[in-house]
């Protein structure tokens, strides 16, 4: 018995190690709405997350570890959002959480992982309650909703449309894309037509409609989900609107065209990732390639976006090394400022943690088919 101590002690404290690492593998936590109006948000952006990280583990994994990912269903709902995540930290012992979807979700879970101090890689949101003040515990990797509604007032003002409408949910989303609209056009000394508004998960659009169509304006750009999108676009177009609408990129542009089959034609959308059906762009080739050996051609921005997640996060482990911790994790992300990662450029600093400010416009053509 002597001797056992003995040599416990000569050996030293045992390293502890760090929550959801092992030497094999790597578990990290996605909370998302996989079922409910929302569902293919949360869907598609698993969709391409796990494709890369399928892909990694098919290689080897991030230094032998494999990256497990665990989902819990948030169904776009705030204080579900927040469960999960305590779940994820307390029960299931993450090491990282990735590819959340959501405003009022994520932003409800913030105050938890921050206080836990663990990091989230890529939430689906545009919102500047994740980005100013920079959070050491969040990294966005794709543009805000200022970045793309300037782009949208941008592209209609120049084309000679002034009369410009918000259709918005009403919630930390709806509010941050208002927001941002309202500081495009006051660059421009205007003023928003009509707002219209939406309960989330809900598609009671009757007000708004009644709201923004009698202002008969010249575009409408559209902050929700695509279910109550797609009720607002049929219902304005049955009391004749001709105007043009415009959306952010979250409301999730495959689940919108097939919702809105035929009524879709016309209906912009503004992208912060490129193009999926090109594969001159190397990321997208990448995307392309690796989800059809995974048996899927079902392209589209928002498994696009998960892709690109996924990507920034095994970078991220890579950069960490074999001791892994989640404030290595936070370095070395940190440290990955003005990383190609196929013609898509991130960009984090330990004073910027916004990775990208890519934005491009898209709409939907015939067939529920997009267009550049």
């Keep these: ?64 570890r494999k990256i497990e990912l665990r989902t819990r269903d948030d169904r776009y709902e705030a204080n579900l959002c927040v469960e999960n995540t305590k779940k994820f930290i307390e029960e ?148 004749g609107s001709t105007t043009q609408f415009h959306n952010v990129s979250f409301v999730g542009s495959k689940a919108l065209a097939d919702a809105l089959k035929d009524e879709g034609y016309g209906v912009a959308i503004s992208q912060v990732v490129p193009f999926p059906w090109s594969p001159s762009i190397p990321i997208v080739k990448e995307y392309q390639d690796v989800l059809g050996k995974a048996g899927s051609k079902d392209f589209n921005f928002s498994s696009l976006e998960g892709y690109i997640v996924a990507k920034v996060m095994v970078e991220g482990l890579k950069r960490s090394g074999k001791d892994l911790t989640r404030e290595k994790l936070v370095s070395a992300l940190e440290s990955m400022n003005g990383v190609d990662i196929g013609e898509f450029t991130v960009n984090f600093s330990p004073t910027n943690h916004s990775g990208s400010k890519f934005v491009d416009l898209t709409m939907i053509g015939r067939s529920g088919k997009f267009i550049k």
Excluded: W
């Excluded at 001797?3 to 936590?29: D, E, F």
């Excluded at 109006?37 to 080897?60: C, E, R, W």
């Design 92 to 239: 299931d012992k993450v090491f990282a959480l990735v590819s959340y979807v959501g405003t009022p979700t994520t932003a409800a879970a913030m105050p938890t992982f921050t206080e836990a101090k663990v990091p989230l890689v890529g939430p689906f949101t545009g919102a500047e309650v994740l980005r100013n003040p920079v959070n050491r515990y969040i990294f966005n990797v794709r543009a805000s909703y200022y970045d793309e509604t300037e782009k949208i007032v941008e592209q209609l003002v120049s084309t000679g449309n002034r009369k410009i409408a918000v259709f918005y949910q009403d919630d930390a989303y709806g509010q941050a894309g208002l927001k941002g609209v309202e500081i495009a056009m006051g660059k421009r000394n205007m003023k928003i037509a009509a707002p219209g508004k939406v309960e989330r998960n809900t598609v009671k659009v009757q007000d708004a409609v009644k709201a923004i169509h009698a202002t008969q304006p010249d575009g409408v750009i559209m902050i929700s989900a695509y279910t109550s999108i797609a009720e607002f676009v049929r219902v304005m177009k049955a009391a």
């Design 1 to 64: 018995m002597l001797c056992a101590t003995l040599a416990i002690a000569l050996a030293g404290p045992a390293q502890a190690q760090s929550p959801g690492v092992t030497s094999k593998s790597i578990l990290l936590g996605q909370s998302a709405a996989f079922s409910g109006p929302a569902a293919q948000l949360g869907i598609q952006m698993n969709l391409g997350t796990k494709a890369y990280f399928d892909h990694v583990n098919s290689q080897g994994g991030v230094f032998g």
